[in-house]
């Protein structure tokens, strides 16, 4: 099988006018990052508005919302969420339907820019109602220490969660147990660099564990595609890791 015949769906694609500088040169407007998944050979995927996270929750899931007209239905967005009492999101009894109106994939949490904590006795009213639902929920280590990503997780073990290890290989020994004991949890592979650790996992876990993540600009968009490309496993793995994993999750979210 010719590696570009596979579809490839990016699952942590941002784009806006950053504050500070990034690793590489970013997209500030959709037509930008649209052009350049193009060019890489990504047809869609999970993308958010840098905004939500240097400007305003509100201000940024508001122009995410508003660009998403504008872009190809193979994308959806993530909306940034914050403790219900703060008013910043639709609470989470109505969540699902403006999420469904506005073609909403995934949710995510950055307690420590946003100032809150994500502790289920904050933030459970959200967590009960993605798990109920099949929302797919961001749970990243430059954003929440992993002592909370593993409260979330046992609080709610059934969450479908995609959780990004970021830090440098290797990345096993964080995410295996996690893995191990939480079978809706998804890698993010935009840092895993492990050696042999996407056949490893594959082997352990299987390819279905695995959901291609750039993280750009904070890294290349297609930087982790040759470590997909070069992984001694089966071309139908390399399908299920590239967009058919991100395919199901989408389809598995539960709206009304």
């Not at 052009?35 to 939500?52: F, K, N, Q, T």
């Not at 289920?120 to 798990?131: D, Q, R, T």
């Not at 058919?244 to 389809?251: A, D, I, P, T, Y």
Request: aromatic residues 10%; glycine residues 6%; negative net charge.
């Amino acid at each position: 099988m010719d590696f570009c015949d596979m579809k490839i769906f990016d699952v942590d694609l941002r784009y806006g006018r950053y504050v500070k500088p990034v690793e590489f040169s970013p997209c500030h407007t959709p037509a930008e990052l649209l052009r350049e998944a193009g060019r890489v050979g990504i047809c869609g995927g999970l993308v958010r508005h840098v905004a939500s996270d240097i400007v305003s929750v509100i201000h940024g899931n508001a122009r995410l919302t508003e660009d998403l007209r504008a872009i190809p239905t193979s994308y959806y967005g993530v909306w940034a969420i914050t403790p219900s009492a703060a008013g910043d999101v639709p609470p989470p009894d109505v969540l699902p339907e403006a999420m469904k109106k506005n073609r909403i994939g995934a949710l995510y949490l950055n307690p420590i820019e946003h100032r809150f904590s994500p502790a289920p006795s904050v933030m459970g009213n959200y967590y009960a109602m993605a798990e109920e639902r099949r929302i797919p929920l961001f749970l990243a280590t430059d954003y929440i220490d992993q002592e909370d990503i593993l409260r979330i997780l046992e609080a709610f073990p059934k969450l479908t969660a995609i959780v990004s290890v970021c830090s440098c290989h290797p990345t096993m020994r964080q995410m295996y147990p996690i893995l191990e004991k939480f079978e809706n949890v998804s890698l993010d592979l935009a840092f895993q660099w492990d050696d042999q650790g996407i056949e490893d996992i594959t082997r352990r876990y299987g390819a279905h564990r695995m959901v291609y993540g750039s993280c750009f600009p904070e890294l290349y968009m297609g930087g982790m595609l040759t470590m997909v490309r070069c992984a001694d496993i089966s071309d139908e793995d390399k399908r299920a890791v590239l967009g058919g994993n991100f395919c199901r999750l989408m389809e598995e979210i539960v709206y009304d």
